[in-house]
């Protein structure tokens, strides 16, 4: 396979000038793995999917980035990182709303921290501090709720009783 082709490659040319292209061919494999063309044609809900090839693909175009930044493939790399990156916070975001909506608000609570941990700056965030606050408030940890609220207002505004109110129920 060409994932194969391109992970022999690197391990027996590790200086090679072209590694690169190894890397970002590598990433590309398992980007093209992620979501296929009838999934966007039928709209299927991509953030139920378990996200390992969208992971495998992430690592590899960081690769490309941050050891070859002036390559020809760093900017499209960087490009797929950010759509793989949103992809994978959806995915976090949907497993939290899956604990929350059991009732299973320690968990809720701790899959929407690890998305805003891992995946700074992606549109579900705003989502998971949503979960976050819900699921302390139900907990009846009051600090906590505060500070997540805090941060709410901070990045999102001062409506958080709106937030509050689009929790998952």
Request: aromatic letters at 12%.
């Given at each position: 396979s060409a994932t194969d082709a391109a992970e022999t490659f690197i391990r027996e040319n590790p200086?090679?000038?072209?590694?690169?292209?190894?890397?970002?061919i590598e990433g590309l494999v398992d980007f093209e793995r992620t979501p296929n063309l009838i999934e966007h044609l039928f709209r299927a809900d991509l953030t139920q999917r378990p996200p390992s090839t969208a992971?495998?693909?992430?690592?590899?175009?960081?690769k490309v980035v941050e050891q070859y930044p002036k390559s020809e493939?760093?900017?499209?790399?960087?490009?797929?990182?950010?759509?793989?990156?949103?992809?994978?916070?959806?995915?976090?975001?949907?497993v939290a709303r899956y604990y929350f909506k059991r009732g299973a608000y320690v968990a809720a609570?701790?899959?929407?921290?690890?998305?805003i941990e891992q995946y700074d700056?992606?549109?579900?965030?705003?989502?998971?501090?949503?979960?976050?606050?819900?699921?302390?408030?139900?907990?009846?940890?009051?600090?906590?709720?505060a500070e997540a609220?805090?941060?709410?207002?901070?990045?999102?505004?001062?409506?958080?009783?709106?937030?509050?109110?689009r929790a998952p129920r």
């Open positions: 200086t090679h000038p072209r590694v690169d292209y190894a890397y970002y992971r495998k693909a992430f690592a590899a175009f960081r493939y760093a900017h499209d790399s960087l490009q797929r990182m950010v759509y793989l990156r949103n992809r994978l916070a959806s995915y976090e975001v949907h609570a701790q899959r929407a921290k690890g998305a700056g992606a549109p579900a965030v705003r989502e998971a501090l949503e979960i976050m606050i819900e699921s302390y408030d139900r907990l009846n940890l009051q600090p906590l709720a609220r805090q941060v709410y207002e901070l990045n999102y505004g001062a409506d958080v009783r709106r937030a509050t109110a």
